[in-house]
Nanobody
Framework: EVQLVESGGGLVQAGGSLRLSCAAS????????IGWFRQAPGKERESISC????????YYADSVKGRFTVSSEKVKNTVFLQMNSLKPEDTAGYYC????????????????WGQGTQVSVSS
């Protein structure tokens, strides 16, 4: 059974940092890509980052480029999203999702989703 479990969310002041984790199980790590998405109340889901686990190539949305860094630790079957210089507009539920091999910015193309973790940034 494929499982994705996010952790690391919380409340932080603007300018602060958080590191989200996405612990994966039930599939061969290198055969997948892990995407990070976020959704704020009343807004559409936004693709913010992705890592192709076979070669660690990455993708970032313009809204987070230069502030967020995605990485993976194969030994732990875990993907991380390091979020620095957080802004109030980063407040949202954050989700990791898995699809075979290649990254995609479209959530509909991901097969598996985690339960999400809330990030709140105060001004």
């Amino acid at each position: 059974e494929v499982q994705l479990v996010e952790s690391g969310g919380g409340l932080v002041q603007a300018g602060g940092s958080l590191r989200l984790s996405c612990a994966a199980s039930g599939f061969t790590f290198d055969d997948y890509a892990i995407g990070w998405f976020r959704q704020a109340p009343g807004k559409e889901r936004e693709s913010i980052s992705c890592i192709k686990l076979s070669d660690s190539s990455t993708y970032y949305a313009d809204s987070v480029k230069g502030r967020f860094t995605v990485s993976s630790e194969k030994v732990k079957n875990t993907v991380f999203l390091q979020m620095n210089s957080l802004k109030p507009e980063d407040t949202a539920g954050y989700y990791c999702a898995a699809r075979g091999y290649y990254c995609s910015a479209y959530g509909s193309q991901y097969e598996y989703w985690g339960q999400g973790t809330q990030v709140s940034v105060s001004s």
